[in-house]
């Protein structure tokens, strides 16, 4: 156990250079006095780490001085190698540098865990775009990344959702892949933003540079974005009546919303649940609703049943004064 903790400590100062002794205490879960008790175990077997006091100060490595990952373990080694070229690498064209990277690791592993590699990557493969996803063009990729890169500014021109092109000079504050799709977090006029990379037809870097706020989280902030944007778009509850039938695979149908059933009533007569779900609108309501067929009936808003009844009626009408050929 104390080996493990050693190395971790080792590979912190080797990747963050410089940290106080409560930093690594808080980082590794121990106290500072056995912090201090690792840093003198690795001094006496040769590692060259340095203390300074003061403010400022703190423990580090001689800068020249680097380790090999002889130590990690088969679980750490497999999990690494789990990991294949994520789609939106290859877009930002850094897919062979990260696979350069990745042979460069398993140079560095003994000859012991390279079978740990091996039987990694031909057991756990990580697909992570949907199905039926088509790669979208963000031909204005490498231009936003280069800006958010340097913190430079960026004028874009984008497509708005009613087809308008806008054009904008943005402070990019960073990149984000959803499901393979990309996202530009921007801020603008006191306000940070979110724009699809795909809606872009045109950027271009400017050579004034941005000051980014020393606060700002990209990961926070878009946990924290995403969870008010789906809320947004559900604002259009459905009141309906789930056939026995369905509910195996109503999670499924709706983005995995194991939380459905857990708000439904008891099951009637018929075995048949009445719940709420969430849709963006009476349009997209229709639509999933009329795929699922016989299995949901809609008892409120009554606007929604009457617009489907309409939808069937004209259907039935369709197809019933046509003649097959």
Known sequence: MRADRLLSLLMLLQARGRMTAEDLAAELEVSVRTIYRDLTALSASGVPVYTERGPGGGVGLVETYRTTLTGLTPDEARALFMVSIPAPLLQLGVGREFQTAMRKLSAALPESKRQEEFQARQRIHLDSSWWFQSGEAVPCLPAMQQAVWNDRYLRMTYRSNFGAEVEQVVAPYGLVAKANLWHLVYARR???????????????????????????????????????????RTTYPVQVRISPALLPHLAGDFGGRTDLLAQASPPDAEGWLTLDLPFESLPAARTRLLGLGRSVEVLAPEALRKSLVDFAEQVVAFYGRRKKP
Do not use: I, K
């Not at 045109?202 to 946990?223: I, K, Q, V, Y």
């Open 190 to 232: 006191g306000g940070v933003r979110v724009v699809r990379v795909s809606q872009a037809v045109a950027a271009e870097m400017l050579p004034e540079g941005f000051t980014r706020p020393a606060d700002f989280d990209l990961a926070a902030f878009w946990e924290a974005w995403c969870s008010e944007y789906e809320l947004d």
